[in-house]
T-cell receptor, first 114, second 112 residues
Framework: KAGVTQTPRYLIKTRGQQVTLSCSPI?????VSWYQQTPGQGLQFLFE???????NKGNFPGRFSGRQFSNSRSEMNVSTLELGDSALYLC?????????????FGPGTRLTVT | DQQVKQNSPSLSVQEGRISILNCDYT??????FLWYKKYPAEGPTFLIS?????DKNEDGRFTVFLNKSAKHLSLHIVPSQPGDSAVYFC???????????FGQGTRLTINP
């Protein structure tokens, strides 16, 4: 079974631009979560989607948004990029919709904002 | 507000000995605790978890201990192997939510 895939793997953007990152979950997984990893803040939860609906949200500004499609693939968008948005963005998928399901992480997208 | 803390950024252990990684938390609403292992250029990989109603869970060389009164958990790896060298993240799940709160990570190095 293929794992979680994220595209692109690396991205360089300029301050003020916007960016869209993509995540394809493991086949059959309907829950997709996004995390930001930075050296200073560690891994921080952004949001979680299930059946095209955002169920949980972390403490990030409105510049960070996401969506999920009917095939469970998910995208996250960051508008008006700031230097501090440089990070590794990780996507994780989970099988179950309620309760707790083990999260499987993708390799991440490394975003550099210059 | 760091709800999950790993106070040791790094740990060095000799091959064959025990590795003990520690984690402290502050939120009493956490109902599951997990350990993830991360290699460079890869996403975190799930290692082992423990429910808040238990105090120990064992899986092969990995054992997680939970002390709820102290709000502390630890991961024991016995015996440590060179392939265990990685960054280990402690994570906690908030009750009723598919959301993990991670610690800062501890870089474990196993020396031959």
């Amino acid at each position: 079974k293929a794992g979680v895939t994220q595209t692109p793997r690396y991205l360089i953007k300029t301050r003020g631009q916007q960016v869209t990152l993509s995540c394809s979950p493991i086949s059959g997984h309907r829950s997709v979560s996004w995390y930001q990893q930075t050296p200073g803040q560690g891994l921080q939860f952004l949001f979680e989607y299930f059946s095209e609906t955002q169920r949980n949200k972390g403490n990030f500004p409105g510049r960070f948004s996401g969506r999920q499609f009917s095939n469970s693939r998910s995208e996250m968008n960051v508008s008006t990029l700031e230097l501090g948005d440089s990070a590794l963005y990780l996507c994780a998928s989970s099988l179950v919709g309620t309760g707790w399901g083990e999260q499987y992480f993708g390799p991440g997208t490394r975003l550099t904002v210059t | 507000d760091q709800q999950v803390k790993q106070n040791s950024p790094s740990l060095s252990v000799q091959e064959g000995r025990i590795s003990i990684l520690n984690c402290d938390y502050t939120n009493s609403m956490f109902d599951y605790f997990l350990w993830y292992k991360k290699y460079p250029a890869e996403g975190p990989t799930f290692l082992i978890s423990i429910s808040s109603i238990k105090d120990k869970n064992e899986d092969g060389r990995f054992t997680v201990f939970l002390n709820k009164s102290a709000k502390h958990l630890s991961l024991h790896i016995v015996p440590s192997q060179p392939g265990d060298s990685a960054v280990y993240f402690c994570a906690a799940k908030i009750e009723g939510a598919q959301k993990l709160v991670f610690g800062q990570g501890t870089r474990l190095t196993i020396n031959p």
